[in-house]
């Protein structure tokens, strides 16, 4: 399973506020097939097969321009194990052991 961090920022908005971006790419991707999706302060996870994430990302990353962006910048962070399952639950709990 593939772990994505995904930040996308729409430029040229008019405005320093881009809550509502981040909340319509959080509409759209609810409705991405495959995946699961956890949003963070500055991020989106995005978990499941890479043909799956890496499909929602293209979708996010077109999500801004349907919504009167010119411009976008979106970086991603994949981490694709494929040795043994892996989620990103699994990953801090990982840490969280080794920590005690």
Do not use: C, W
């Amino acid at each position: 399973m593939a772990i994505a961090e995904v930040t996308i920022i729409p430029i040229g908005t008019g405005s320093t506020s881009l809550s509502s971006y981040v909340a319509d790419l959080q509409r759209v991707l609810a409705e991405q097939p495959g995946i699961t999706y956890e949003l963070t302060s500055m991020s989106t996870i995005i978990e499941g097969d890479i043909s799956d994430v890496l499909a929602a990302i293209a979708v996010l990353h077109e999500t801004p321009f349907a919504n009167g962006a010119q411009r976008v910048s979106t970086s991603v962070k994949i981490d694709d194990r494929r040795d043994r399952a892996s989620s990103s639950k699994q990953k801090l709990q990982s840490v969280r052991e080794k920590l005690q």
